[in-house]
């Protein structure tokens, strides 16, 4: 089950920690074995496949978009985190991808990395920012997001075939969810 939740003007940004050496850096340049590592790293656990179903030029061309932009969070252990903010609507951002990895879940570093993705999607010329989550993801995220002054104003089923059982991540990722 998908939500798809929106926000029309910036909110008031919650409490988060400081970051300490936590950095949030735009993925520049295009490295494409940085991005998947990544990528792998943060979404694995919740079974993403977005970016692993499209050709690699595609997702290359993406990455390359002026109007697409990724950040990653950066710690001392290397890329954590990831937020992909899609201005390819006028008028609009799309909260494409974002998460951080398993070892981050509970530390604040979510909520250090939406608070710095909020300011730099208002810092564009946009009316609404948006995303979409579904049951797969943290099970606290709806709630995250609704925290951080997203509302909801949809849902939808998604149907899609297991990224384990098509050896597109992991055969033991996502533990609990049970492969089909």
Same mark, same amino acid.
């Given at each position: 089950?998908?939500?798809?939740? =929106?926000?029309?003007?910036?909110?008031?940004?919650?409490?988060?920690? *400081?970051?300490?050496? $936590?950095?949030? =850096?735009?993925?520049?340049?295009?490295?494409?074995?940085?991005?998947?590592?990544?990528?792998?790293?943060?979404?694995?656990?919740?079974? $993403?496949?977005?970016?692993?179903?499209?050709?690699?030029?595609?997702? =290359?061309?993406?990455?390359?978009?002026?109007?697409?932009?990724?950040?990653? &969070?950066?710690? =001392?252990?290397?890329?954590?985190?990831?937020?992909?903010?899609?201005?390819?609507?006028?008028?609009?951002?799309?909260?494409?991808?974002?998460?951080?990895?398993?070892? &981050?879940?509970?530390?604040?570093?979510?909520?250090?990395?939406?608070?710095?993705?909020?300011?730099? *999607?208002?810092?564009? #010329? @946009?009316?609404?920012?948006?995303?979409?989550?579904?049951?797969?993801?943290?099970?606290?995220?709806? *709630?995250?997001?609704?925290?951080?002054?997203?509302? #909801?104003?949809?849902?939808? @089923?998604?149907?899609?075939?297991?990224?384990?059982?098509?050896?597109?991540?992991?055969?033991?990722? *996502?533990?609990?969810?049970? @492969?089909?």
């Amino acid at each position: 089950m998908q939500t798809f939740l =929106e926000m029309r003007e910036a909110p008031q940004l919650r409490p988060s920690p *400081a970051g300490g050496s $936590w950095r949030v =850096e735009r993925f520049e340049p295009i490295d494409l074995e940085r991005f998947y590592a990544l990528f792998h790293r943060v979404g694995d656990e919740h079974l $993403w496949t977005l970016r692993l179903q499209m050709p690699h030029d595609e997702v =290359e061309r993406l990455l390359g978009d002026p109007k697409f932009e990724l950040y990653v &969070l950066a710690t =001392e252990r290397g890329d954590e985190g990831m937020l992909e903010l899609d201005f390819r609507v006028d008028g609009e951002c799309e909260l494409s991808l974002f998460g951080v990895a398993p070892t &981050l879940v509970g530390t604040g570093a979510g909520r250090f990395l939406m608070n710095r993705g909020i300011e730099i *999607a208002w810092s564009h #010329p @946009i009316g609404r920012f948006w995303l979409h989550t579904c049951t797969l993801d943290h099970p606290n995220a709806l *709630a995250f997001y609704c925290r951080s002054g997203f509302v #909801p104003y949809g849902r939808a @089923i998604e149907i899609f075939d297991d990224p384990r059982y098509l050896g597109l991540t992991r055969r033991d990722a *996502a533990s609990r969810v049970p @492969i089909l």
